[in-house]
Nanobody
Framework: QVQLVESGGGLVQPGGSLRLSCAAS????????MAWHRQAPGKQREFVAR???????NYADSVKGRFTISKGNAENTVYLQMNSLKPEDTAVYYC???????????????WGQGTQVTVSS
């Protein structure tokens, strides 16, 4: 099995910053990409940012220039640095990884449990 654990959410004022972390563990042979998605109340889950094993990144238009996704020094970790936060960034943020497991050697997607980010004065 594969587990993803997020941390770093919280309450922040508009214009502030937060850094989210995600660590993947378990029966991992390799990961070809990790990503962050978010879901605001009453809305569908949406893509935020993605990073491949080669380091290529892409972002949703709504966060470009404000958010940065990066790999951690520890294996199978990823960060999301969020700057200039806006109230509309309020959501539960989910980590996603496309993992080739040691059980099946097939790629499958895994989600974390989510971490709440609230931007409010």
């Amino acid at each position: 099995q594969v587990q993803l654990v997020e941390s770093g959410g919280g309450l922040v004022q508009p214009g502030g910053s937060l850094r989210l972390s995600c660590a993947a563990s378990g029966s991992i042979f390799s990961i070809n990409a990790m990503a962050w998605h978010r879901q605001a109340p009453g809305k569908q889950r949406e893509f935020v940012a993605r990073i491949t094993s080669g380091g290529a990144t892409n972002y949703a238009d709504s966060v470009k220039g404000r958010f940065t996704i990066s790999k951690g020094n520890a294996e199978n970790t990823v960060y999301l640095q969020m700057n200039s936060l806006k109230p509309e960034d309020t959501a539960v943020y989910y980590c996603y990884a496309n993992v080739r497991s040691t059980d099946t050697y097939a790629y499958a997607g895994y989600w974390g449990q989510g971490t709440q980010v609230t931007v409010s004065s």
